[in-house]
């Protein structure tokens, strides 16, 4: 028998120009609402101007300094030759293809492993805006 993939989409809505938004919960409520012990969630957007990061969720302190940090690697300038937008687009861009859109993360025992310490969260660089997030789990529960 082959491995079961389930499917779902996530509404993400950012509030600032530059935002953190912890998804972990809505994911782990997908892996329980699935039933899957064993296997991978894949989790990933379309978003241009936004990324998926793993990392603390414990210390809200660690959200200003990513936030922080990115704004530091590409800053918003007007020199960029990419104006489609605006000035941040731009530098959305680059901070998306830094950042990434995608993140795997395996299951174990029906759980998200970090959940207390760790979690997945959508990365928005130029908000406020409406996202998606798409979401696959593979079980390797009913491998014969």
Known sequence: MGKSCYSTKIAVKTGNHT?????????????????????VVLVMHMHTTAGLVMD???DPNTRLDMKDEIDRIAP?????????????????????????QSVMVPIEDG?????????????????????????QIWSADDQA
């Open 19 to 39: 935002d953190l938004v912890d998804i972990t919960p809505q994911l782990q409520q997908f892996v329980t609402e699935c039933g899957v012990k064993s296997g």
């Open 56 to 58: 603390s969720i414990g």
């Open 76 to 100: 918003t300038r007007v020199d960029f030759k990419h104006q489609f937008d605006t000035p941040r687009d731009a530098s959305g861009h680059i901070k998306s293809m830094l950042i990434g």
């Open 111 to 135: 759980k998200l492993p970090g959940r207390r310490s760790s979690g997945v969260m959508f990365f928005e660089f130029d908000g406020p805006r409406d996202r998606t997030v798409y979401v």
